[in-house]
């Protein structure tokens, strides 16, 4: 399948003269982000967001299994990506994309070893029974910023998400159906979020959060920061391009931080919607 052209000249000339005066073309502040759009499914831990057209689709689902001999008393949390050609034409099925390879490992980094869920909660019976908590994230559109999407829709699918009640008598373990007892949400110890900021060769062009796809293009780096509402930082990634100072590092730090906290709010009251909506008896 052929690749998209690269954006032409005058488009880049456009662009990069429209962003030294803070002008975008999609016509949002350069420290705007587009509003995340939160979809639920009818089953618990399915979660569709949206960012403009960029679209991923999260799905959590929960299997008992022995833990392996190194780790007795902890469940486990896998993640698995797909990005196939039905996102862009530029993905080919079966060949990683380097963008799949910094997704996948930005997803890692984020939902898994930043302890976000607290993996011993997850432990029924010591070195016998855990619950392995299988996350994964389909790409369905990506018009710019998959990342932050995608890990978004983790998130919310791991908050969202609830596993059946189980009940432990002795070496007997009993799995209680939803409709015989209300299913209990994970145990989380935070709730980080992934911005993308996006950096231009001309000193003189401001950055910019929330890169669209010829943005992106266009940029002379991107760096991700992950974080939550409570100033924690979790993960900070820029994978090659322009060095940065640290002074412009630290200003970065400060608008993530006021959005992290915009957007734990935004979750929350989606959330709350979401759950007035089914009658689940909530714990």
Known sequence: MPRPPSPSIPEKEFVHGALKQSLRVDGRAMLEMRTPTLTFGPELGWVECAMGKTRVLAQVDGKMVKPPPERPLEGMITIHSELSPMASNEYEPGRPSEEEVTLTRMLDKVLRRSDTVDKESLCVLAGQRVWHIRLTIHILS????????????????????????????????????????????????????????????????????????????????????????????????????????????????????????????????????????????VR
């Open 142 to 281: 990506n018009s710019g910023n998959m990342v932050d999407c995608a890990c978004l829709a983790g998130i919310v699918a791991l908050k969202h998400f609830r596993r059946p009640e189980v009940e432990v008598v002795g070496d007997e373990v009993t799995i209680h159906h939803p409709s015989e007892r209300a299913p209990v949400p994970l145990s989380m110890h935070h709730t980080p979020f992934c911005l993308t900021f996006a950096f231009f060769p001309d000193p003189s062009t401001p950055p910019l959060l929330d890169p669209s796809h010829l943005e992106e293009t266009l940029s002379a780096g991107l760096l991700s920061v992950a974080l939550n509402a409570q100033r924690e930082l979790c993960v900070v990634q820029k994978a090659g391009g322009i060095p940065l100072a640290p002074d412009d590092v630290l200003k970065i730090m400060d608008i993530a931080v006021t959005k992290a906290r915009e957007l734990d709010k935004l979750v929350e009251a989606r959330l709350e919607e979401d759950w007035k909506t089914r009658n689940v008896e």
